[in-house]
Nanobody
Protein backbone atom coordinates (compact mmCIF):
# COMPACT_ATOMS: atom_id res chain seq x y z
CA UNK A 1 0.00 0.00 0.00
CA UNK A 2 1.34 3.40 -0.97
CA UNK A 3 1.36 5.83 1.91
CA UNK A 4 2.21 9.49 2.23
CA UNK A 5 2.96 11.33 5.44
CA UNK A 6 2.67 15.05 4.81
CA UNK A 7 3.76 17.57 7.38
CA UNK A 8 4.84 21.15 7.83
CA UNK A 9 1.67 23.02 7.06
CA UNK A 10 -0.18 25.47 9.23
CA UNK A 11 -0.77 29.17 9.67
CA UNK A 12 1.90 31.56 8.46
CA UNK A 13 2.06 35.29 7.96
CA UNK A 14 2.51 36.74 4.51
CA UNK A 15 6.18 37.10 3.77
CA UNK A 16 7.12 34.20 5.99
CA UNK A 17 8.50 30.78 5.15
CA UNK A 18 7.73 27.15 5.79
CA UNK A 19 8.71 23.74 4.56
CA UNK A 20 6.42 20.92 3.63
CA UNK A 21 7.59 17.34 3.89
CA UNK A 22 6.21 14.27 2.21
CA UNK A 23 7.50 10.89 3.34
CA UNK A 24 6.55 8.17 0.89
CA UNK A 25 6.39 4.42 1.41
CA UNK A 26 5.01 1.44 -0.43
CA UNK A 27 6.58 2.12 -3.80
CA UNK A 28 10.00 2.09 -5.40
CA UNK A 29 10.77 5.70 -4.62
CA UNK A 30 13.62 6.04 -7.09
CA UNK A 31 11.35 5.13 -10.01
CA UNK A 32 8.73 7.80 -9.42
CA UNK A 33 8.11 11.45 -10.00
CA UNK A 34 6.77 13.23 -6.95
CA UNK A 35 4.62 16.29 -7.25
CA UNK A 36 3.11 18.90 -5.00
CA UNK A 37 -0.32 20.16 -5.87
CA UNK A 38 -2.65 22.60 -4.22
CA UNK A 39 -6.34 23.25 -4.13
CA UNK A 40 -7.39 26.71 -3.11
CA UNK A 41 -10.55 27.41 -1.12
CA UNK A 42 -13.71 27.34 -3.16
CA UNK A 43 -15.73 24.63 -4.62
CA UNK A 44 -14.88 22.95 -7.88
CA UNK A 45 -11.42 24.42 -8.09
CA UNK A 46 -8.96 22.20 -9.85
CA UNK A 47 -5.80 21.08 -8.20
CA UNK A 48 -2.88 23.14 -9.45
CA UNK A 49 0.41 21.46 -10.10
CA UNK A 50 2.78 23.54 -8.00
CA UNK A 51 6.01 21.66 -8.49
CA UNK A 52 7.27 18.21 -9.35
CA UNK A 53 10.58 16.41 -9.30
CA UNK A 54 11.74 13.27 -11.03
CA UNK A 55 13.56 10.80 -8.80
CA UNK A 56 14.96 9.23 -11.97
CA UNK A 57 16.92 12.19 -13.28
CA UNK A 58 16.26 15.00 -10.83
CA UNK A 59 14.55 17.36 -13.24
CA UNK A 60 12.10 19.74 -11.72
CA UNK A 61 9.27 21.95 -12.79
CA UNK A 62 7.52 24.87 -11.12
CA UNK A 63 4.29 26.64 -11.81
CA UNK A 64 4.84 30.23 -12.92
CA UNK A 65 3.00 31.46 -9.85
CA UNK A 66 5.62 29.99 -7.51
CA UNK A 67 8.88 30.32 -9.41
CA UNK A 68 11.54 31.92 -7.31
CA UNK A 69 9.65 31.28 -4.07
CA UNK A 70 9.19 27.51 -3.96
CA UNK A 71 11.96 24.94 -4.04
CA UNK A 72 11.41 21.22 -4.34
CA UNK A 73 14.03 18.73 -3.19
CA UNK A 74 14.51 15.07 -2.41
CA UNK A 75 16.14 13.12 0.36
CA UNK A 76 16.38 9.67 -1.14
CA UNK A 77 17.75 8.18 2.05
CA UNK A 78 14.49 9.13 3.75
CA UNK A 79 12.15 8.62 0.78
CA UNK A 80 11.05 12.17 1.41
CA UNK A 81 10.30 15.11 -0.81
CA UNK A 82 10.34 18.66 0.52
CA UNK A 83 8.77 21.85 -0.66
CA UNK A 84 10.47 24.92 0.73
CA UNK A 85 8.23 27.96 0.52
CA UNK A 86 9.52 31.46 1.01
CA UNK A 87 7.86 34.85 0.83
CA UNK A 88 4.45 33.26 1.16
CA UNK A 89 1.49 35.18 -0.20
CA UNK A 90 -2.14 35.09 0.78
CA UNK A 91 -2.91 33.46 -2.55
CA UNK A 92 -0.79 30.48 -1.47
CA UNK A 93 -3.55 29.57 0.96
CA UNK A 94 -4.68 26.11 -0.04
CA UNK A 95 -4.63 22.45 0.79
CA UNK A 96 -1.35 21.04 -0.49
CA UNK A 97 -1.16 17.49 -1.71
CA UNK A 98 1.80 15.23 -2.32
CA UNK A 99 1.41 12.72 -5.14
CA UNK A 100 3.41 10.16 -7.09
CA UNK A 101 3.52 9.39 -10.79
CA UNK A 102 5.27 6.65 -12.72
CA UNK A 103 6.10 8.96 -15.62
CA UNK A 104 7.32 12.52 -15.96
CA UNK A 105 4.95 15.12 -17.28
CA UNK A 106 6.45 18.45 -18.19
CA UNK A 107 3.66 20.44 -16.61
CA UNK A 108 3.05 18.09 -13.67
CA UNK A 109 -0.31 17.01 -15.06
CA UNK A 110 -2.62 15.74 -12.36
CA UNK A 111 -3.85 12.92 -14.58
CA UNK A 112 -0.40 11.31 -14.48
CA UNK A 113 -0.50 10.96 -10.70
CA UNK A 114 -2.06 7.76 -9.48
CA UNK A 115 -1.14 7.99 -5.82
CA UNK A 116 -2.17 10.87 -3.58
CA UNK A 117 -1.67 11.95 -0.03
CA UNK A 118 -4.47 13.28 2.13
CA UNK A 119 -3.37 16.87 1.91
CA UNK A 120 -2.16 19.46 4.37
CA UNK A 121 -3.51 22.93 4.93
CA UNK A 122 -1.50 26.10 4.56
CA UNK A 123 -3.19 29.31 5.57
CA UNK A 124 -1.46 32.61 4.94
CA UNK A 125 -2.57 35.62 6.92
CA UNK A 126 -2.06 39.15 5.72
Amino acid sequence: EVQFVESGGGLVQAGGSLRLSCAVSGLIFDDFTIGWFRQAPGQEREREGVSCISNVDGRTRYADSVKGRFTISIDKAKNTVYLQITNVKTEDTAVYYCAAAEVWGRRCPTEYYGFWGQGIQITVSS
